[in-house]
């Protein structure tokens, strides 16, 4: 039988918001708080948003991240409470999520290299929409496809923006990526691709000086794009800690079920 892991040594980070940083004040008043660097696991109080700024801040490190939620929204979040942490923590179920590595040329041949959680997205810059060509593991799949954009998402960010554009909701431990159009104009009708977790997806811009595209790596943006290419990154492994009952796992089968 394995013993439940021990994480004494805390780092708390907050939002900025009133109600997160009075959580701040009561967890560093009961539990201490490390430094990120010295600590076993990192609690982090605020909303999703926040959740998504710690990862990409520690992606490399190995530390767990366990979020509650004292922000907007709460998807990634535990509940909140000051009540027996440690017990918690040592409770709480582990995800293991992996990257997407997104490397953007733009017009003027620089490479932009940043890493998404939740998808990699192009977008129309201009009021005229955006033709783009698609290609996976080096085969073309779409000659053109006419659309407000196209995103590349991974089964953590499936009920984000991908949800929202009418993409699929992916089980988080299901080696898939989802690949969504957003507002299809030609092929009106085409809802997208889900593509094994391997796959190495290249966008290419065409009329790019007519029809300017931005890609967006979560909050990292490149303008003027020509061609993006995105894979999963398996050289990082993310750890997410949730509470028993409360997995990242069930949240996501819920949210099928919820209309």
Known sequence: MTSPKRYDRIAFVASPGAEA?????????????????DADVVVALGGDGLMLQTLHRHMRSGKPIYGMHRGTVGFLMNEFSTVDLH???????????????????DVHGVVHLHHAINEVSLFRQSHQAARLRILIDEHQRMAELI????????PAGSTAYNLSAQGPILPINAALLALTPISAFRPRRWRG???????YVVIEVLEGDKRPVAAVADHDEARDVRRVEVLSDKTISMRMLFDPGHSLEERILSEQFNY
Not at 23 to 29: G, I, P
Not at 94 to 105: F, G, S
Not at 147 to 154: E, L, N, Q, S
């Open 193 to 199: 691709a889900l593509l094994p977790n391997t796959a």
């Open 21 to 37: 940083q009075a959580a701040l004040a009561q967890l560093t008043a009961l539990y201490g708080n490390h430094d990120p660097d």
């Open 147 to 154: 659309a407000d954009g196209i995103m590349v998402a991974t």
């Open 87 to 105: 017990a918690r923590l040592a409770a709480a179920r582990e995800t293991v999520i992996h990257p997407l590595l997104m490397r953007a040329t």
